[in-house]
């Protein structure tokens, strides 16, 4: 049961955590927007569109910052309850500085329970969609390049002609060039071509035509007539529409299993997919180590009557140390399949160095003695 100080305390930080929230939510969503919007405008699409790719990136966005805003949140309260000398009164009544941090903790398993459910159901629903929806626009844009009469360019390296469409959408006389690779040039015609929808992408089936492809090591031609071939132009416009899906789409428990099904739905290895599904369920401890630096950094350091700058400084590299542990232990992680318990290294390292800060703040004498304001 919590007492009505941890009720209160609780409160604050739940208070500021939503603030701090929304503000780097929305800072770092009109970042991502920006550019969002520029794609998407110059592709012609409408607002609608805009905004619906956008907030299917939400839960993304907002599992990012939600670690960086408990933090801020348990420092913030942490440090205007010391400026009141309301931490000063409940230690005077016996609390000590573990005590103190139980509220603290609440609050950072608030904040990994919204985090679990973000990162195990909502951005993997929302990565879903999103697919779904880019695919869908890529096709319509695809369809925007076929016009008669006029030189195209969908791509870097790539030109497209035709001559006419008619009135069934039949395309007549085709030209494409297909510059992109470094070793090999391929020119195709045709007389006729149709456009076809598929999983991986719109296809150009051309009819009655002729490849030519230059090698450019030795410029040698080689000429390949045909009756009927099929060209991705799906893989033009995006080169990632391989029919392929990414870890972050797929459940927790689809990578958890990571067989071969998944690895050859994703072309990633098991080692890369079981990091990824162990991850998403320590992820959301680092939020719950992130409010525990905030509040343990400000409980150490003598008293200073120009704030508490230096313990903030003190938080901040101590959330850099844990975010490194995580990096470090992802690229060890990636290439063995046998070392994913290195996940939980970053949420123990958090831990461990907020116990550390707590006794360190209860230490009579030394290096962190409080010297009393006069």
């Known amino acids: 049961m919590l007492s009505r100080f941890d009720r209160y305390l609780l409160s604050q930080l ?58 801020a949140a348990s420092a913030y309260v942490t440090n205007r309850l ?25 609050f950072g398993l608030i904040v990994a329970a919204m985090m679990a459910v973000l990162v195990n ?4 629903a929302s990565r879903v969609a999103l697919d779904v929806r880019q695919a869908a626009i890529s096709e319509n844009v695809t369809a925007r390049f076929l016009r ?18 008619t009135e069934t959408g039949e395309l007549r006389d085709i ?53 009927n071939f099929t060209y991705d132009l799906g893989a033009v416009l995006s080169p990632t529409a391989l029919g392929l899906r990414d870890e972050a789409s797929l459940s ?11 690895q050859a739905l994703t072309r990633k290895s098991r080692a890369l997919l079981l990091y990824e599904g162990h991850y998403r369920i320590a992820q959301p401890f680092l939020a719950t180590a992130a409010a525990l630096i905030g509040f343990s950094s400000l409980m150490v350091g003598a008293f200073s009557r120009f704030g508490l700058w230096k313990q903030l400084l003190g938080g901040a590299l101590g959330l850099v140390l844990v975010q490194m542990v995580a990096n470090s232990t992802e690229t060890l992680a ?38 009393r304001p006069a």
């Open 82 to 106: 010391s400026t009141e000398s309301e931490l000063v009164v409940m230690q005077a009544t016996g609390f000590s500085a573990f005590r103190l941090a139980r509220p603290v903790l609440a």
């Open 148 to 165: 008669d009469g006029v030189f195209q360019f969908p791509a870097d390296g790539v030109t497209f002609y035709i001559r006419e469409i």
């Open 175 to 227: 030209f494409l060039s297909d510059a992109r690779s470094s070793t090999s040039r391929t020119s195709y015609t045709a007389k006729r071509a149709l456009l076809a929808r598929s999983p991986s992408g719109p296809k150009l089936v051309l009819f009655e035509g002729m490849a030519q492809t230059l090698t450019l090591d030795d410029l040698r031609l080689a000429v390949t007539r045909f009756e």
């Open 252 to 262: 927790t428990a689809a990578l958890l299993r990571a067989g071969p099904e998944e």
């Open 14 to 71: 739940l208070m500021l955590f939503g603030f701090f929230s929304l503000v780097l939510v929305a800072v770092y969503w009109v970042n991502r927007a920006v550019t969002l919007f520029d794609r998407l405008i110059g592709d012609g699409q409408t607002a609608l569109v805009f905004l619906e790719l956008t907030a299917l990136t939400l839960p993304n966005v907002i599992r990012l910052v939600l670690p960086v805003a408990a933090f």
């Open 334 to 371: 990636v290439r063995d399949e046998r070392l994913w318990p290195l996940v939980w290294a970053a949420p123990l390292v958090g831990a461990g160095l907020s116990l550390v800060l707590l006794w360190l703040s209860q230490r009579p004498h030394g290096l962190f003695r409080r010297r």
């Open 121 to 124: 159901v909502l951005v993997p």
